[in-house]
């Protein structure tokens, strides 16, 4: 009783007199006054979780609030970023209280913060934040910026630098871009929602250099300065995260909440085309069930028909769990915040075809609390999940109020507690940092490969680190530990192109299709690798290499492009399969203009009646 009246007590503070308790100056809710949330503590009790896990309460506000986005940095500590400016009428966001990237700390081990610091306070539109390469990026439309700490005392070393800019402004406030998280290649990648068109580019730079982008996943190269579309579609991505292979997944709203991540493919969309011409389909959500009872999708926040499927259609945070406290079944399962069932959904991750399906699964946490708007969920150094929640009666749609003064973050552990003190993983040998590669909670894996591709760019010999790496790539009996490797291999800079194209003949389905992605990464892979590629397209067994073989058409060379084509549309076995005839059709779709007859010949020995009737539309002129 104590701790909810004074949890009453400073919700009445904040309503009436936000910056006396911290909160950033011009901070104000617009939500009815006679309208609270519950205390923090009092909303953790509606938590309800499987058999053998807890919930505790790692922050709450006042000491957090509006809590959008959260990452990790290699000392084990939550960076948070938090989004005052969020306008209630859903864009443009032009409140005028400044958004801000904390940092949070846990040196006890009990699941409650130990320290906070304010990093930085002069962000807008603030959406994503992550540390890597000797600062902090972060999303703030319509800018990604680089907020520079090479000593690393988390204090700014200068002012921010605009990286790229032309992001959709937020005139529609919900679809920005989002998500930060550093792929296994190396690249920075994020989300960017369909409701507004994105010009991105260098600062200055004329629209003949920018990209052209209205939805889909992106990524950016933090030293080769190089920024691309990874795919394009769906309504707004929200979520993103790689499994145990380095099969990315992303969440989404409305048109399907999940979705593989295919190089080069274009996704169903909301409404809208994206700007590729002639794509004659559109690949669809890779999940076989939807969270909502269907029809109408703008009625499926509430009901008991929708609370049976899993609460509606609105989906944020996508976390594949690759820690190591919580149970095996739960490792490689996708796990997503459903914003308006006010619980997590999780889907089961199934190789299907050339690619994979999501089952349903029973859903992992639900909250009593309707205040409940969960936004992320990351795994941490000790196993343990954090869940961030906005806190707030609205969402996206709503256009009426804001309450910007609450937010929580929770953490979510199974048996006893693993304590982790004293992280600091920037202070290991390479050595020490090759070992990381072993480890079975991916957090680990990830910061250590990360922190290797650093020090590679800085200049630093790692010969050693990289025979250590060949070694597990060669050696390790487990291909998970041969692709974490192969990544760090790839984004440190030890591996040449022969190295990869010895893999192409690896007898693991995951090795020889990484070895195919990396072999095009830059656009140029040599003319053997070209013809390598035809061979594995006429003879490989696996569909999943059949599938990158066909994404890696669009990085190809248009000359070098046919002779794989033509050995992939032998398959009759690939005609029905949900990926790869449309695949095969991206890539050979500019081939068409260029040789008539060859683009004839190939119609009429083509085993895939969509690649027959696209290239026959195609040589009609259709569009």
């Known amino acids: 009783m104590k701790s909810l009246l004074l949890g009453i007590l400073v919700l009445a503070q904040a309503a009436q007199d936000p910056e006396s308790l911290g909160y950033p100056k011009g901070t104000k809710n617009t939500e009815n006054p006679k309208n609270v949330p519950l205390p923090p503590e009092e909303a953790l009790k509606r938590i309800t979780l499987p058999e053998g896990f807890r919930a505790s309460l790692f922050a709450g506000e006042p000491s957090v609030a509006q809590p959008i986005s959260m990452s990790f940095d290699e000392r084990g500590r939550l960076w948070v970023g938090e989004c005052y400016s969020y306008e209630s009428s859903g864009g443009p966001w032009n409140q005028p209280v400044r958004d801000r990237i904390l940092i949070f700390e846990d040196t006890a081990g009990d699941g409650k913060f130990s320290s906070r610091k304010v990093f930085w306070d ?16 972060a999303c703030s439309t319509p800018n990604l910026v680089f907020i520079p700490d090479a000593n690393r005392d988390d204090v700014p070393d200068a002012e921010p630098v605009v990286i790229l800019d032309g992001w959709n402004d937020g005139k529609i406030g919900h679809c920005v871009f989002n998500g930060l998280q550093w792929g296994p290649d190396g690249w920075l990648y994020g989300n960017q929602g369909i409701q507004g068109e ?14 052209k982008f209205n939805g889909g996943i992106w990524r950016y190269h933090p030293t080769k300065t190089v920024f691309e579309v990874v795919c394009e579609g769906t309504t707004n991505p929200w979520g993103l995260d790689w499994d145990d292979h380095g099969q990315a ?39 076989d069930h939807v969270h909502y009872a269907g029809k109408d999708w703008t009625k499926s926040r509430t009901g008991p028909e929708h609370d049976a499927m899993g609460g509606g259609h609105a989906h944020a945070g996508a976390m594949i769990y690759l820690g190591d406290t919580w149970p095996q079944t739960y490792r490689n399962s996708i796990m997503m915040v459903n914003i308006h069932g006010h619980r997590v959904n999780s889907d089961l991750l199934e190789r299907r075809g050339s690619g994979y399906v999501g089952r349903h699964g029973p859903d ?39 309450h910007r003064t ?13 304590v982790v003190k004293d992280l600091d993983l920037s202070k290991n040998s390479d050595l020490d940092l090759v070992a990381y590669q072993l480890h079975a909670n991916d957090w680990y894996v990830r910061q250590a490969r990360r922190l290797l591709q650093e020090r590679a760019a800085a200049g630093r010999n790692l010969s050693e680190a990289h025979a250590a790496l060949r070694k597990i790539l060669k050696e390790n009996p487990e291909v998970t530990r041969k692709l974490r490797a192969l990544w760090a291999l790839h984004s440190s800079g030890g591996l040449a192109e022969k190295d990869l194209a010895a893999l192409l003949d690896h007898d693991n389905e995951h090795v020889r299709s990484w070895a195919v992605r990396l072999l095009v990464d830059d656009r140029n892979p040599p003319a053997t690798t070209s013809e390598k590629f035809a061979a ?18 669009q990085r190809m060379p ?65 569009n």
């Not at 941490?380 to 109020?401: A, F, I, K, Q």
């Not at 040789?595 to 009609?620: E, G, H, T, Y």
């Open 122 to 137: 002069g962000a807008r539109n603030l959406t994503s934040v992550l540390p890597g390469f000797g600062g902090v990026w």
């Open 558 to 622: 248009l000359a070098a492009r046919w002779a794989v084509v033509e050995s992939l549309a032998k398959h009759a076995e690939d005609a029905e399969d949900p990926g790869l005839p449309l695949m095969i059709w991206y890539g050979t779709e500019p081939l068409v203009a260029t040789d008539l007859a060859r683009a004839s010949k190939l119609a009429a020995d083509s085993k895939i009646p969509l690649l027959r009737q696209s290239i026959a539309r195609r040589m009609a002129g259709g």
């Open 198 to 211: 994105s010009k991105v580019g260098k600062p200055g730079a004329p629209d003949s250099e920018r990209v």
């Open 249 to 287: 997944f992303f969440t989404n709203c409305v048109i399907g909440h999940l979705w593989h991540v295919i190089p080069g493919a274009h996704y169903e969309r909301m409404y809208g085309k994206d700007y590729t011409p002639n794509t004659y389909g559109l690949l669809k959500s890779c999940s």
């Open 406 to 418: 609450s937010g929580r973050i929770y953490k979510i552990a199974y048996g006893t507690p693993k």
């Open 536 to 553: 594995m397209a006429a003879g490989d067994p696996s569909p999943l290499v059949r599938l990158f073989l066909a994404s890696a058409l």
């Open 364 to 402: 992992f946490l639900r909250s009593g609390d309707e205040w409940f708007r969960g936004l992320n969920l990351k795994y941490g150094p000790d196993g343990g999940v954090y869940l961030s929640d906005w806190s707030d009666v609205g969402e996206c749609h709503d256009t009426n109020s804001v």
